[in-house]
Every structure is written in C-alpha cells, then in structure tokens.
C-alpha cells in the first residue's frame, strides 16, 4: 500500500467494526464502512483495504473504551488486539485512542440532523442507523484526534500506542 498521509479509525464492537478516513490534509475525517464482525475474516480486511486504494492510509487510530486513567479493561484490550490484527493487516502502524463518548456524539447529531427519535423509526431503519453509526463513530473519533493534532504535533506521543501482542 502506498505512503499517505490519511488517516484510517478503526472503531471495534462486539459486532460491528467502524472505519473512517481522513482526507490527505488530515483536517477531516469521513466515514468508511462498517462491517459486521461475526461475518468478516479476511474479505472483511481485504474490503479495507479495497476502499483505501490508492491513497491508502499512513496510521491506523484504534478506538478503544479507555478508562479515565487510560487504563484497559478487559473488554478494550479484546478491541484493541482486534483493532491491531486489522492494522497489521493491512501494513499500518496503529495507535490506540480512547474513544469514550463517540457514540453518544454520534447518537446526538444522527438525532439532531433527521429530527426524528429512535424510537419513531421502523425496525429496518434502526438496525440500519445501529450499523452505520459505528463507522459515524470512527469519524467522530478521528475528528477529535486531527483536531488535536492541527493544534499540537506532539500530542501523537501522548495517545497510548498499540502494543504488539497479538
């Protein structure tokens, strides 16, 4: 895969597996795909790796549910190991981030942009917006990590980087 300057985030569930992408400024992220965890293997990382040619990514972030303390419990290390099997993969040096409260943002402004509650939506239409809001929420933590980035370079050494157990 080429040298880029994007950014691939990786935000992994019990289920499904969120993915965003930066643009090559690294000022915006935008949703990828989701994919469902229980079905994917290897076609699911090769799918990846198929919507990133041929900018292709330089950094893969893993969204993992740190502790305040930044601390793993045992559900963010399953995430994260997964996060970096998925990098590994696809030849990317990964970084963990915390990824705490990507979801709710993503709930409000879902909620906010179609005006409607989720409870008002058809069974199809949830399970649709339940899938696609993880790759929303991949998208909301890269935001968060490039605008972090934009006002300190060296925050990248602050983040938690994926260890190499796998």
Same mark, same amino acid.
């Given at each position: ?20 992408i930066?643009?090559?400024?690294r ?18 990382? !090769? ?39 998925? =990098? !590994? ?27 409607a ?18 790759? =929303? ?24 980087? =994926?260890?190499?157990?796998?």
């Open positions: 895969m080429p040298m880029s300057a994007r950014v691939l985030a990786i935000d992994p569930g019990e289920r499904w597996v969120g993915f965003a930066s643009d090559a400024a000022r915006l992220a935008l949703p990828l795909t989701t994919i469902d965890r229980r079905a994917e293997s290897d076609e699911g990382v !090769a799918r990846i790796g198929q919507l990133l040619h041929p900018d292709g990514a330089s950094l893969a972030l893993i969204g993992v549910p740190l502790g305040p303390d930044g601390g793993e419990d045992a559900q963010a290390t399953r995430f994260r190991r997964y996060g970096e099997r998925v =990098a !590994a993969a696809l030849q990317l040096p990964a970084v963990t981030v915390s990824e705490r409260y990507s979801n709710a943002i993503d709930d409000l402004l879902v909620d906010a942009r179609s005006g509650s989720v409870a008002k939506l058809r069974l199809r239409d949830r399970r649709r917006r339940r899938r696609a809001r993880h790759a =929303a929420a991949a998208a909301v933590i890269l935001q968060h990590w490039l605008d972090r980035q934009s006002h300190d370079p060296a925050a990248v050494s602050a983040h938690h980087p =994926a260890r190499a157990e796998h």
